[in-house]
């Protein structure tokens, strides 16, 4: 910290209780009173470089003849500031500072002590310490604006506040790396071997280290809110990058809102962002002012501050009680990045008196609604086409299936709350668009989850949940699990039954169409080879037709598997008749195990004879090599 000199005499001031002496040899011929303290000097040192002291004498010599006596309310700094204005008055040795220099510039100005009272007066003392060291000083400007608090009247009539911000802000946004000078004097980016900083920046042992835009965060995080927003304010007018802005705010937030910190891990609490502040945290009330004005101050631009942030904010303002405006803010700051938001970050508890649900849905809803309103104006809506469960169309769309698989997460974690209402749980579930998913698997274990959870629904409610999936957008496994599901109405299953076996037909279909490709160039590499050998042709010709039976005993159990499922799908329509539980676990043991025991065997035997096949042709190409090799004997 720097600092500057005044005065040569010793120090002739001792104090006794709340009293202060000066021991020169000669009595006091006055007492001055500033808050409990009183001060016994004398009245020539006084009247000689202050003003006002040359004037309250002079009226207190008039009306009292014992003594003079004079009170000085209203000082700024108080007590301490007066001490050391007494002492420059004797001539006495003091140190002028970055923590002190305000103080005694506005105590200067309140007693008038100008030039014309003495050369060299406290004002042009304080002014020029002011101007040509502090105010070049990044820590300086910093702890004489911290000072301001204090005097903050007296500081703005005299213009130091606005002084300070100013050489703050143009020092934050000029890159230090630009010009090598020391902004951060407290780690040292160029400090002499023995420590001292070399503003000339010339050392045998100095070793500037490049600083990064946020290297100023820390410092202005120790100014109170008023004056934070006022160098946040200029910083912004200067044309500062508005993520620079919101990484200082995000580090603000941090620091005076212990809400926000405590989700972090290990590894972010040992950070520097970690400590919420020295001392007491403020309380509930300054908390929620705060975070009010950091919601004025945020700027409205996707991705500048983080989701987590964010939704530690939106946490803390429905704690706190903040007004509807701030958590209507936040909730849309926080609908235009939804797509880069966890699960975790969603299940926030729900801090409202009547504690209908544990987490809050509607505030997940609401933000939801904000994401589709953005997506929408951006173009990323426009619905495509999906194949084979991948979507094809415009990259834009990435979001949106990033947030359909959130929600349908959110969904399958708010699902046990036997809270929940069902039209709340259809709202949700119902606002994703149906072109976001690309599967619906998701969406069924949350449906599952929240049937099992609930089974006192009707059956018509069951039905209506369940109408939110699309059947044909579920996966074999979905399919295979939903298929012995008894939480699920009967229509639903037929009609799981259904897609499932327009599944195995798709799939088993493009088996075949491989196999026939595989015998056509089966065929051409035969006849090619057999084309120079008698008999060749022919023999190629009987092996693909053993082939071929293979193939055609796989679609005849294929049509078997058929004939089933058609008798299976009878019985079920017979069973929604009788609703009878029990009923339908005697219609999945008979055809759903039989079912898959037939799959089984004709993929066992479509195995069998593909294997025997290969076979069979491995001994077709040794036959044509021995033939090749006789006829070239015999020649």
């Not at 000066?22 to 470089?49: A, N, Q, W, Y």
């Not at 509930?284 to 975070?291: C, H, N």
């Not at 599952?448 to 957008?473: F, G, N, T, V």
Request: contains cysteine; glycine residues 8%.
């Amino acid at each position: 910290m720097a600092c500057m000199k005044l005065g040569s005499k010793t120090d002739a001031f001792q104090r006794q209780g709340q009293a202060w002496f000066c021991t020169t040899g000669l009595p006091s011929d006055i007492i001055v009173e500033v808050g409990e303290m009183s001060f016994h000097l004398h009245k020539f040192p006084l009247l000689s470089r202050s003003g006002v002291m040359e004037k309250l004498i002079a009226e207190a010599s008039e009306d009292r003849d014992e003594g003079c006596i004079i009170n000085l309310p209203d000082i700024p700094g108080g007590a301490k500031t007066f001490e050391l204005v007494a002492k420059f008055c004797y001539g006495v040795k003091l140190e002028l500072t970055s923590s002190n220099v305000v103080y005694l510039r506005c105590a200067a100005e309140h007693l008038e002590m100008k030039e014309e009272y003495g050369e060299g007066n406290l004002i042009t003392q304080t002014e020029t310490f002011l101007n040509q060291v502090v105010l070049r000083s990044w820590k300086d400007s910093l702890k004489a604006l911290q000072t301001c608090d204090d005097v903050l009247p007296y500081a703005e009539e005299l213009n130091i506040t606005k002084r300070c911000i100013e050489s703050l802000a143009t020092k934050a946004c000029t890159d230090p790396n630009l010009f090598g000078w020391p902004v951060m004097e407290h780690s040292g980016p160029m400090q002499s071997p023995g420590g001292s900083v070399l503003w000339n920046g010339i050392s045998t042992g100095a070793k500037p280290k490049n600083a990064s835009s946020d290297w100023w965060y820390d410092d202005v995080c120790t100014l109170s809110l008023p004056l934070y927003k006022r160098l946040i304010s200029v910083m912004e007018a200067r044309g500062i990058k508005q993520d620079i802005i919101a990484g200082s705010l995000t580090c603000y937030a941090k620091r005076y809102l212990p809400g926000l910190n405590r989700r972090q891990g290990a590894s972010e609490s040992s950070n520097r962002l970690a400590p919420v502040a020295m001392g007491a945290p403020p309380s509930e009330e300054d908390q929620k002012l705060f975070l009010e004005e950091i919601d004025r101050l945020l700027p409205i631009q996707k991705g500048l501050m983080p989701t987590k942030i964010l939704f530690g904010l939106l946490r803390t303002s429905m704690i706190l009680r903040a007004s509807q405006s701030c958590i209507s803010n936040l909730e849309k700051r926080i609908g235009m990045q939804l797509d880069q938001a966890t699960v975790e970050d969603l299940l926030m508890p729900n801090f409202s008196y009547s504690m209908e649900t544990l987490y809050n849905v509607d505030c997940v809803q609401r933000i939801l609604e904000h994401f589709l309103e953005m997506d929408q104006v951006s173009g990323g809506a426009s619905p495509c086409a999906i194949d084979d469960g991948q979507l094809i169309g415009s990259p834009s769309l990435t979001p949106v299936t990033m947030v359909a698989k959130l929600i349908d997460g959110y969904l399958a974690e708010v699902a046990p709350d036997v809270n929940l209402k069902l039209p709340k749980f259809q709202a949700l579930a119902a606002a994703v668009p149906d072109y976001a998913r690309p599967l619906d698997d998701g969406l069924y274990r949350a449906i599952d989850i929240y049937l099992k959870s609930h089974p006192w629904l009707a059956e018509s409610e069951r039905e209506q949940l369940c109408r939110l999936m699309d059947c044909q957008k579920l996966s074999l496994e979905a399919c295979t699990h939903a298929a012995q599901n008894e939480r699920l109405p009967l229509r639903i299953v037929v009609q799981v039954l259904f897609f499932e076996q327009l599944q195995l037909r798709t799939s088993i279909a493009g088996c075949f169409l491989v196999s026939d490709n595989l015998d056509g160039s089966r065929q051409l590499r035969s006849g090619i080879a057999g084309s120079n050998e008698g008999g060749g042709w022919a023999t190629a010709v009987r092996e693909n037709q053993v082939l071929k039976v293979g193939m055609d005993h796989m679609r005849l159990r294929v049509s078997e598997l058929e004939k089933e499922c058609t008798n299976m799908r009878q019985e079920i329509e017979k069973l929604g008749r009788v609703k009878g539980s029990s009923a339908w676990g005697s219609v999945s043991k008979k055809f759903g195990f039989k079912l898959k025991s037939q799959m089984c065997s004709a993929q066992a035997e479509s195995v069998s004879n593909q294997n025997t096949g290969n076979g069979k042709v491995e001994k077709l190409k040794e036959r044509h090599g021995k033939n090749k090799k006789n006829s070239s004997h015999i020649e």
